[in-house]
């Protein structure tokens, strides 16, 4: 039931030919229509141009600094979604961007997976969809009563792994980063805690739940990048 | 503008001289002033007893005036500033010495005049000069008669000028003598100050090793130069601390670096399975995650340094944090087969950002789990400590750490194994994070561990006081 993807036009201002190739290939996998602009100027010529359903901006850029791309945008009153970029962590670089209209941003560097999640979650904005029943092939979830069970079978979870699950299952066929599950799943927004080892441990748990008793696998890892539940095919 | 010699040596000498001279005139002032007094006094008592013997003396002429005998040559008439009058009560004058040379000592007597003990008094005669005058009522066979007898108080004033002058002659030699031993003390007592100024300048940052050579380490200048000791030790502690994390980071940072590097040039000297790629990729990309996490560790430590971190802060049970941070990784510790034991007062409270400080109980706890041995026991305890503080001990049984590392667990990439580190996993700041968390909140992490038998890391929290307002506020977000 993904969103009809194929009309969706993205625009990437990044400056960094290698980033922005990789952002070019990554989106059009997923379907996106992808337009580089590797400079500011470009990038603001384009969207005044052309119509786009998300822009992706880089903070720093050559000729003309993202941020002020950005506000001019805004004050032509294109109301076009902006995804931010940047390398600078600093919480005031992230509140101006914030405050001059951008809808999200992402902290170089950014796991892919995240990317596309913000990008789905920005595309699909309007019609938050909080389903209370998730389903995959034969694993079923009830959010609403914290039950799962998979054919037929209820599944004994803890808190954290239900957490886990649930997460998972929403962004089934999607990669889910480590940074995303610490975020959501353990609501850490360091990334200096560690919870890599805490979070194979979940993992192999949920996996022995889940996927041992049967011999189809839900739950894949896909190494250096994250987890993925997904029939296998 | 003020006088203001350059140096201390010459200040300390001016402000000595200036001392010295004030004291040397109070003295002198107060001498002089004796002095002057117990020479009148013995004046005056002279010429007490010359005016009995003068009385002695008086006698009556047929004419009615009064002459003095003359069987007494030593205070006859000749005598230079020894002056005598003798007036009848109603005011006529009777006698006079021929050397007042017709001035008179006051005139006709008043009524009262002699009458009381006679006091010498000073008076000044018509030509000027100061006598010392004493008055007596005497009768002279039937006539009562008023005697004054008058010296010229120059004796006295030679006498007192004579002290006067070998004061003012002396009091230029004293000071300036004491001038010049005031110097030389001071350059000898600041004559340390010299060289140790002289060896400090010889310390660079090269040669953060050297010390001041302390003579005396009781005396000021000895505490000073130990002060300055201890700093330059800390400077020097700082400095190596420096070098070591330099030396450290880039061993960090390399390392994965290397990895991403020989993996992916081995992979591609030959031709290799789709899958095969995907695994040298995923193996490159951990280490890329690994390189991602210790950047995002260095900056969080970075802007803690600069102080740009604001704490949100709230009031919270210390032992409910430490449940948080256990549930956390107590799965690490399951898998481990041990017991994570958190014991402790509740009702202890402190007000700190809750993120932050979980943070820093999941990097201990987690430390704790791995450096344990499977099956051993953890153990978390919140205890006060008085009214002000708050007590958080992690124990483990692990094998503890060495004395020579202790100081620098806290360091930033410190390892007490370097070797091991890789497989642990981690960027070996957890602890330096961890301690800035507990330093920022205005607390204390402290280690006590001997080797073999593990050890206790123990953060002392500011205690907040249990607040209902606060509190409910702090729950309702």
Redo the contacts between chains.
Sequence with gaps: MQEAKSHWRVLVVEDEAKVARALREGLEREKYEVVVAPTGEEGFFLVNAEEFDLVILDLMLPGRDGLQVLSTLRKRGLQTPVLILTAR???EDRVEGLDKGADDYLVK?FAFPELLARVRARLRRGRTEQALLLKLADLEMDVATRKARRRGQHLELTA?EFELLEYLLRHKEQVVS?EMLARYV?K???????????MD??IN?LRRKVDEPFDRKLIHT????GFVLREEG | MRFRPRNVRSRLTLWYVLVLAGLLALYAGVASLFLFLSLREEFDHNLLQDVETVEGMLEKEPNGQVSLHANHPEIGEPRIGHFIEVWSPQGSLLYRSAVLQGQTLGGPPGPEEGLHDPTPATTQLPNGTRVRLASSVYHVEDQRVVLRVAYSEERLWREFGEFGEVLLLGFPIAVLLAGFGGYALARKALSPIDSMATQATKISAERLGDRLSIENSQDELGKLGTVFNDMLGRLQAAFDQLRRFTADASHELRTPLTAIRSVGEVALQDQRSPADYRDVIGSMLEEVDRLTRLSESLLALSRADAGHVQLQREYISLLRLAKEGSSVVEVLAEEKRQQIEIEGDADLHVFVDRLILRQAIVNLLDNAIKYSPAGSRILVEVQSGGDKQVFLEVVDQGPGIPNEHQPYVFDRFYRVDKARTREWGGTGLGLSITRWAVEAHGGEITLKSEEGHGSTFRVSLPVAKYSFTSQSKGGSQ
């Design positions: 962590d600093a919480i560097p954290r480590r353990w850490e927004s360091a990334r200096a805690t560690p919870l890599d080892n805490v441990v979940h748990r896909v190494r250096g990048v």
